[in-house]
Antibody, heavy 116, light 108 residues
Framework: QVQLQESGPGLVKPSETLSLTCTVS????????CSWLRQTPGKGLEWIGY???????NYNPSLKSRVSLSIDTSKNQFSLSLTSVTASDTAVYYC??????????WGQGSLVTVSS | ETVLTQSPGTLSLSPGERATLSCRAS???????LAWYQQKPDQAPRLLIY???TRAAGIPDRFSGSGSGADFTLTISRLETEDFAVYYC??????????FGQGTRLEI
């Protein structure tokens, strides 16, 4: 059974870079579209971007200048980097598998707080 | 950018009743691109319905999706206590590849 698990710091200082990793277990991420999303009480669910195991990426235009996604097929991991964070980037961050046009598998979520 | 508007914001029903949740797109969309999710407190969303009307694996048949064009509906035929949660519709496509509605809270 394929499972996704986010990991990374729960606290990031303003202006620094938020980095999270999603580890996939129970199956290979080859041929996946791996997505990152975040959720806040105020803005709801927001798509950040996705990356294909072949390296193709697609980012939310509103975050594109600050976001970078990468993938390491040897470790079955994909990663999110969000630069120059502010308090408005405080959210629960999710990784998920995009299968077709929907997100069929999700990680449990990782709360990241931006604060000094 | 296509905006998804869900209604009602909150729906108060009792176990055994029928729930009808609406998702309206700001323009006509392909049914294949419309999905529904359930989210319970402190949990990740769970895929219920994809391609507007196809149940995801393991989803009970009391959940059904329908609609076309700009109007889509999630119906729960007979509510069980575990169904009380927040429901989101999601659209794929366009400049913003994945968008969500603001959610409908289904409460007892």
């Amino acid at each position: 059974q394929v499972q996704l698990q986010e990991s990374g710091p729960g606290l990031v200082k303003p202006s620094e870079t938020l980095s999270l990793t999603c580890t996939v277990s129970g199956g290979s991420i080859r041929s996946y579209y791996c997505s990152w999303l975040r959720q806040t009480p105020g803005k709801g669910l927001e798509w950040i971007g996705y990356i294909h195991s072949g390296g193709n990426t697609n980012y939310n235009p509103s975050l594109k200048s600050r976001v970078s996604l990468s993938i390491d097929t040897s470790k079955n991991q994909f990663s999110l980097s969000l630069t120059s964070v502010t308090a408005s980037d405080t959210a629960v961050y999710y990784c998920a598998r995009l299968l077709g046009y929907s997100l069929d598998l999700w990680g449990q979520g990782s709360l990241v707080t931006v604060s000094s | 950018e296509t905006v998804l508007t869900q209604s009602p914001g909150t729906l108060s029903l009792s176990p055994g009743e029928r729930a009808t949740l609406s998702c309206r797109a700001s323009q006509s969309v392909l049914s294949d691109y419309l999905a529904w999710y359930q989210q319970k407190p402190d949990q990740a969303p769970r895929l219920l319905i994809y391609r507007a009307s196809t149940r995801a694996a393991g989803i009970p048949d009391r959940f059904s999706g329908s609609g076309s064009g700009a109007d889509f509906t999630l119906t729960i035929s007979r509510l069980e206590t575990e169904d009380f949660a927040v429901y989101y519709c999601q659209l794929y496509g366009g400049s913003l590849a994945i968008t969500f509605g603001q959610g409908t809270r289904l409460e007892i």
